[in-house]
């Protein structure tokens, strides 16, 4: 079945720095790619998704490309700030097209 | 437009016990998903509804139901709870369903004691 391996975390970052989190799946046919992020007490908020090989999903100065040949999407950020701080979680859609299935997830700590 | 609620947003139980979880959905979206998270399993997809109707289901064992109401709202129950459903249970809506188009509310915290 499909499924999602990230990196383990945590990852600790000073501010400005770049910041890269490795997410490679499994999957059969044409999946949705999607990385959500999860602040301490909150549930999770989606941050970008790709729906197709070769699309970027970007927001918030997060991207990700959709690699097809690699079966990757990594997410990165040129620039980190301590607000950046929080849990994120890859994630694809399953056969049927409505479920989401989770990487473990990497938490991300940026100091000042 | 409100957001994705849940409640209770904590709850303790006694292991043996039933629990019932409640989500109300963005208004005007017709299918609701449910997912545990937990620190040894992470999260894991249990069931989806669509008007009423389960349409997905992930591997979870029978103790674990759901059901969907004519205004969208759902609810999901567990029984006879076990340590390990202590987890946060995440509601998500979506206008039809489709896993791109997901949004999630804040959670449920359960704790079996």
């Known amino acids: 079945g499909n499924s999602v391996t990230q990196m383990e975390g945590p990852v600790t970052l000073s501010e400005e720095a770049f910041l890269t989190i490795n997410c490679t799946y499994t999957?059969?046919?044409?999946?949705?790619l999607f990385w959500y992020v999860q602040y301490p007490g909150e549930g999770l908020q989606l941050l970008l998704k790709?729906?197709?090989?070769?699309d970027k999903g970007s927001n918030k100065g997060f991207e990700a490309t959709y690699r097809k040949e690699t079966t990757s999407f990594h997410l990165e950020k040129g620039s980190v700030q301590v607000s950046d701080s929080a849990v994120y979680f890859c994630?694809?859609?399953?056969?049927?097209?409505?479920?989401?299935?989770f990487g473990k997830g990497t938490t991300l700590s940026v100091s000042s | 437009k409100a957001g994705v609620t849940q409640t209770p947003r904590y709850l303790i139980k006694t292991r043996g016990q039933q629990v019932t979880l409640s989500c109300s959905p963005i208004?005007?979206?017709?299918?609701v998903s449910w997912y545990q998270q937990t620190p040894g399993q992470g999260l894991q997809f249990l069931f989806e509804?669509?008007?009423?109707?389960?349409?997905n289901k992930g591997n979870f064992p029978g103790r674990f139901s759901g059901r969907q109401f004519s205004n969208s709202r759902s609810e999901m129950n567990v029984s006879t709870l076990e340590l390990g459903d202590s987890a946060l249970y995440l509601c998500?809506?979506?206008?039809?369903?489709?896993?791109?188009?997901?949004?999630f509310g804040p959670g449920t915290r359960l704790t079996v004691t």
């Open positions: 994630a694809l859609s399953d056969r049927a097209g409505t479920a989401l299935i």
């Open positions: 999957a059969t046919g044409y999946p949705s």
């Open positions: 790709a729906t197709k090989a070769d």
């Open positions: 509804y669509f008007s009423e109707t389960q349409r």
């Open positions: 208004s005007g979206h017709r299918s």
């Open positions: 998500a809506s979506s206008s039809n369903g489709e896993a791109y188009e997901q949004y």
